[in-house]
């Protein structure tokens, strides 16, 4: 989407921006970022004594007690698993997990298929149950958004929304969670309800719905903005809208819940997957195996994106720009004339489907923080001449990237890897990405002559 993004290029400073640029059509208001949510590293622990009751909320969805939280931050990361070297949280979680496959009652505990099936049924309802639940929480949540649209032009509101979320931070609390909750209203949770006699059909379900999972990787792309503004209120205006409609838990907590469900989903999987293997239902297994999957790889595009969601200063729209492809450290220049001793800088380089974006990291990652990237330069991947190696590198870790977009300045861009290895991921990664571009350009031009050439390779 080329019209969402400017040529490539350097970034421009604030005193640059566009004048008279709408929030509507622009990019949303600038927002200092907190510190980051702790990435989806792993999956919850499922919590002792649990049942299919509405007071063991915090079993089903993460949280224990609304009333208990104090701001934003603290809040998310009592919620999210650190990202933490230590193995033993999941290992913890994964024992939690079969503790409580134990408990499920059995009408014959001797017989290991017989209690497989019952703790694969105890599972799917389990499923079923918290997606209900899931569903109500986020229909909370979309009351704030009603109760803030509809009062925001009253002139006598019973709860008037402060000044400054009114020039479009209050659009980017929610982000899409409205989708999100029409979605699973809609359609989702009823053809998962249809799954409850032919669990096969999950298999089918998770992969159809692959696309739509789409919706939580945008969403976490603007979790971190979003946390940062409620924090400010949270104690305030959004506590009184609160209290008005008698909600239990607090908007943070209802805004959290998008990314507890997929590790929900995540972890039911992979257990009702497991008992479907040890009970023989091998056609199940196999269907079971696809939504699961589904759900390990669009927690790791989210968490991904809640990373990218730190990056400041980049005036396209990320969520345009494809899927994320490779992100990492790199040694680069932007002066490729300064060979061969190059005077190179460590960035972040994050290299999507449409584009190739350059960042200053600043601040390092530890269990508790994680660093903040401040766009340099981008190049769009279709206007992008790369060559693979570069003269004089005799430990084979250098490539290069240009811009030839001709409406942007002259770029080119020398990056060196750690090691040969990742050098060899990169670009491999930039050869297949440059070639599938290529076929599609192909394809549009030249449909008929492009559809010949596929079936003679066939």
């Not at 359609?187 to 998962?192: D, I, M, Q, V």
């Not at 060196?416 to 990169?426: G, H, K, L, S, Y």
């Given at each position: 989407d080329t019209s969402r993004l400017p040529p490539s290029g350097r970034g421009r400073g604030r005193s640059e921006a566009v004048p008279g640029e709408s929030i509507e059509e622009g990019e949303d208001p600038e927002v200092e970022l907190p510190p980051p949510m702790r990435p989806i590293s792993s999956i919850p622990a499922a919590e002792e004594g649990s049942s299919n009751k509405r007071d063991a909320h915090g079993d089903w969805n993460g949280i224990s007690d609304g009333s208990k939280s104090t701001q934003a931050n603290s809040e998310t990361n009592s919620l999210l698993a650190a990202d933490s070297p230590k193995p033993s949280r999941i290992v913890a979680e994964q024992k939690s997990c079969d503790q409580k496959d134990n408990s499920v009652p059995s009408a014959d505990s001797g017989d290991p298929v017989t209690k497989a099936v019952e703790q694969r049924a105890y599972r799917l309802q389990e499923l079923l149950e918290s997606e209900r639940m899931y569903v109500t929480d986020l229909e909370q949540a979309h009351k704030y958004i009603t109760y803030m649209r509809e009062s925001k032009e009253l002139e006598e509101a019973d709860i008037r929304m402060p000044d400054d979320l009114r020039l479009g931070k209050d659009r980017m609390i929610f982000g899409n969670l409205e989708s999100i909750y029409e979605w699973h209203r809609d359609?989702?949770?009823?053809?998962?309800e249809k799954c409850s006699e032919n669990p096969v059909e999950l298999g089918n379900l998770f992969k159809k719905s692959e696309r739509k999972f789409q919706m939580y990787v945008v969403y976490c792309q603007n979790k971190p903005k979003s946390e940062y503004i409620v924090s400010e209120h949270i104690d305030t205006y959004f506590e009184e809208i609160r209290l008005k409609h008698g909600f239990k838990l607090?908007?943070?907590?209802?805004?959290?819940?998008?990314?507890?469900?997929?590790?929900?989903?995540h972890m039911l999987l992979e257990a009702i997957l497991k008992h479907s293997q040890r009970a023989g239902l091998v056609e199940e297994a196999v269907a079971i195996e696809q939504a699961f999957h589904v759900m390990t790889v669009v927690p790791n595009q989210a968490n991904d994106m809640m990373d990218i969601g730190r990056l400041q200063g980049f005036e396209g729209k990320i969520v345009a720009q494809g899927k994320l492809l490779l992100r990492g450290p790199l040694l680069c220049t932007d002066d490729p004339s300064s060979g061969p001793n190059y005077k190179m800088k460590e960035m972040t380089v994050f290299l999507f489907e449409q584009i190739m974006i350059f960042a200053e990291t600043v601040g390092k990652k530890t269990q508790f923080t994680s660093p903040v990237y401040t766009y340099k330069a981008h190049?769009?991947?279709?206007?992008?001449?790369?060559?693979?190696?570069?003269?004089?590198?005799?430990?084979?870790?250098?490539?290069?990237v240009r811009s030839t977009d001709p409406r942007g300045p002259p770029l080119t861009y020398m990056c060196?890897?750690?090691?040969?290895?990742?050098?060899?991921?990169?670009t491999g990664t930039m050869s297949k990405q440059l070639q599938t571009q290529k076929e599609f350009l192909q394809a549009l031009q030249a449909p008929i002559a492009y559809h010949n050439k596929l079936l003679k390779e066939l």
């Open positions: 359609y989702f949770s009823k053809n998962l607090r908007l943070t907590d209802l805004l959290i819940k998008p990314i507890q469900r997929l590790t929900k989903y190049i769009q991947v279709n206007k992008m001449q790369f060559e693979e190696r570069v003269d004089g590198d005799s430990d084979n870790r250098m490539f290069k060196q890897a750690e090691d040969q290895v990742t050098r060899n991921r990169w």
